[in-house]
């Protein structure tokens, strides 16, 4: 099982990003896919959950607006755009693949994203 995050980078205040995690060795399709956080000194954060067959979508208060999460499930991938950045989204974003049913739970490496100027 694998899930391979990238696109993490520095950006200045108001841009853009978008991160991608690719998925491997698991039913894709079956899995509840999300995206989390997690920033010096503080606890791992929801930031935004799909359904395993692409709805529901959720978002944490802090992002809703800015953020989008998608998911192709022919290439078993999810994405994340990431717009109007601010400081505080600063941290090590995390892809989460959680199976519909069974507790099978699997997680990315991580990728730094910096806001700063």
């Known amino acids: 099982v694998q899930l391979v995050e990238s696109g993490g980078g520095l950006v200045q205040p108001g841009g853009s990003l978008r991160l991608s995690c690719a998925a491997s060795?698991?039913?894709?399709?079956?899995?509840?896919m999300k995206w989390y956080r997690q920033a010096p000194g503080k606890e791992r954060e929801l930031v935004a959950g799909?359904?395993?067959?692409?709805?529901?979508?959720n978002y944490a208060d802090s992002v809703k607006g800015r953020f989008t999460i998608s998911r192709d499930n022919a290439k078993n991938t999810i994405e994340l755009q990431m717009n109007s950045l601010k400081p505080e989204d600063t941290a090590v974003y995390y892809c989460?693949?959680?199976?519909?049913?069974?507790?099978?739970?699997?997680w990315g490496q991580g990728t730094q994203v910096t806001v700063s100027s």
């Open positions: 989460n693949a959680r199976h519909y049913y069974y507790p099978r739970d699997y």
């Open positions: 060795g698991f039913t894709f399709s079956s899995y509840v």
């Open positions: 799909i359904g395993s067959t692409g709805g529901p979508t």
